[in-house]
T-cell receptor, first 114, second 110 residues
Framework: QKEVEQDPGPLSVPEGAIVSLNCTYS??????FMWYRQYSRKGPELLMY????GNKEDGRFTAQVDKSSKYISLFIRDSQPSDSATYLC??????????????FGAGTRLFVKA | DGGITQSPKYLFRKEGQNVTLSCEQN?????MYWYRQDPGQGLRLIYY???????QKGDIAEGYSVSREKKESFPLTVTSAQKNPTAFYLC?????????FGSGTRLTVV
């Protein structure tokens, strides 16, 4: 079993739809949760960062973390064609003497149709 | 502008040849990372460094080598021992709260 599971998609939605992207994980030591957006042939860019449980909102994007279920989500409201990209979840444990290692999901490809 | 720069953007390697990928950052981060990305497999960690003159192997270090002589620089060498080097290579810097990635180097074996 992978530490982080993410449905690769592709997910295709019409413009204006609400998009829900999800990841599950198995390591209860994860405390930092991130979402990245990656356009084709580019490096990923950090969209959202959440520490521990709860919700965080930034414009059209909302990140949710449910540590009891080991489940994280990214919601995109009023989706636009420019949101078409691959979305990667990522998570890290608390710092320890051995440092840390961020684990990435495989990414979900999203297509928003005009 | 602060950022992280990878070069070259495209690189072609002949069989048996070593090649070096450049990564430079001016964000003043101590920690730097190298990832390999293959279709459908997400990001796999090759090497990481949390301080100058120190680095650790990641999950797929075989056939790769790195150095960290300066805080700003973390070059990756793909050696001839790496049997399947064709991939998209990404360098990053940052902490557990998020990374800044470079724009990547696409390496192809010819």
């Amino acid at each position: 079993q992978k530490e982080v599971e993410q449905d690769p998609g592709p997910l295709s939605v019409p413009e204006g739809a609400i998009v829900s992207l999800n990841c599950t994980y198995s390591n209860s030591a994860f405390q930092y949760f991130m979402w990245y957006r990656q356009y084709s042939r580019k490096g990923p860019e950090l969209l959202m960062y959440t520490y521990s449980s709860g919700n965080k909102e930034d414009g059209r994007f909302t990140a949710q973390v449910d540590k009891s279920s080991k489940y994280i989500s990214l919601f995109i409201r009023d989706s636009q064609p420019s949101d078409s990209a691959t979305y990667l979840c990522a998570m890290s444990p608390l710092l320890n003497t051995g440092g840390f290692k961020t684990i990435f999901g495989a990414g979900t490809r999203l297509f928003v149709k005009a | 502008d602060g950022g992280i720069t990878q070069s070259p953007k495209y690189l072609f390697r002949k069989e048996g040849q070593n090649v070096t990928l450049s990564c430079e950052q001016n964000l003043n981060h101590d920690a730097m990372y190298w990832y390999r990305q293959d279709p459908g497999q997400g990001l796999r960690l090759i090497y990481y460094s949390q301080i100058v003159n120190d680095f650790q192997k990641g999950d797929i270090a075989e056939g790769y080598s790195v150095s960290r002589e300066k805080k700003e620089s973390f070059p990756l060498t793909v050696t001839s021992a790496q049997k399947n080097p064709t991939a998209f290579y990404l360098c990053a810097c940052g902490g557990p709260y998020g990374y800044t990635f470079g724009s990547g180097t696409r390496l192809t074996v010819v």
